[in-house]
């Protein structure tokens, strides 16, 4: 006694075929979220490296202001403003200016 095999009926081979394309389509929208999401991640991390490096210079610059008022009280730069600001030399001091 031989066994039948029965062929798959084409209403069978159309859902299978339906089924197989669906799961196509969700595998190349899959694929391209996927890369959509890798180009954003490169991005955020290229935001992180230059945020942190604004943190780093802020930081470098919150120290210089820590530093100015010792600065400011200074001789030299008493000296320094007195010079540029006010024209001022000391009294056994020579200027030279250039003709313009």
């Known amino acids: 006694m031989a066994r039948e095999r029965k062929r798959p009926s084409s209403s069978n081979r159309?859902?299978?075929v339906a089924i197989a394309?669906?799961?196509l389509v969700l595998l190349v929208v899959l694929l391209v979220q996927s890369?959509?999401?890798i180009i954003q991640?490169?991005?955020f991390q290229q935001q992180k490296s230059d945020l942190e490096q604004q943190i780093r210079d802020e930081e470098l610059r919150a120290e210089e202001i820590?530093?100015?008022?010792?600065y400011v009280t200074s001789r030299e730069?008493?000296?320094k403003v007195a010079r540029e600001?006010?024209?001022?030399?000391?009294e056994d001091e020579i200027l030279f200016q250039a003709e313009n």
């Open 14 to 16: 159309r859902g299978m």
């Open 21 to 23: 394309a669906v799961v």
């Open 35 to 37: 890369q959509k999401l």
């Open 41 to 43: 991640n490169e991005r």
């Open 66 to 70: 820590e530093k100015l008022p010792d």
């Open 77 to 79: 730069y008493i000296e």
């Open 85 to 90: 600001k006010l024209g001022l030399v000391y």
